[in-house]
């Protein structure tokens, strides 16, 4: 995932590498000549360059918490959701992968409306404007929902969760701890179906399949 590209002072810089194709679609907030002024706390953020690798959240452990203050001008906390599950979604408004992964996540939580389950989003793009324009349109402002904004990375939460690329996936449990990390919806419904004892129809064959089988048994 990651490869050295120079050296300052003794020192491997890291150019972390795209998990998807948003990671380097857009400049970072600082030129690559700028990285002998770095630290080790540098954000993660779109390619920028930086020294070190922040470490993953481990499965099991508390989720780590930040704060972030939402479109009513309220501090909102991970640790302040009271929920059976919060899910925490990161994403990036120009990120095309976040755009097409953000309706297939509101779709599969209207199955889970009536348990206590609530969705924490932050995304880490740009302006404030288009950011509620896209809330909006994409649904992610609905009554279980917590969006938030940081493109400053102000929160702290790429060091946290070792935000590399987007869009991002978490599950916590009531008490915070970590389920699942960097999951699709498709997992998601998995581990939530799982958790909460829901079972569901097995979906029917497809005429394909059957003829598949039919063509190996031949």
Partial sequence: MFRPITTIVGVSLLL?????????????????????????QAPFHKGIITLERPPDPKLGELAPDFSIIDMDGVPQSVHGIEATYTLLYFWDYECKRSMSFAPLLTAALEDYKAYDIKLMSVNINGDETVWKERVKALKLDQDYMVPLHDPY???????????????????????????ARWISVEMMREILDHELGIERPAEPESENASEEVKSAGQ
């Fill in 16 to 40: 972390f590498g795209a998990i998807t194709s948003c990671a380097q679609s857009h400049p970072g907030p600082q030129e690559p000549e700028a990285a002998s002024s770095l630290n080790a």
């Fill in 153 to 179: 990375l102000k929160s702290g939460f790429a060091q946290l969760y070792a935000i590399l690329s987007t869009p991002r996936l978490f599950i916590l449990d009531k008490d915070k701890k970590l389920v």
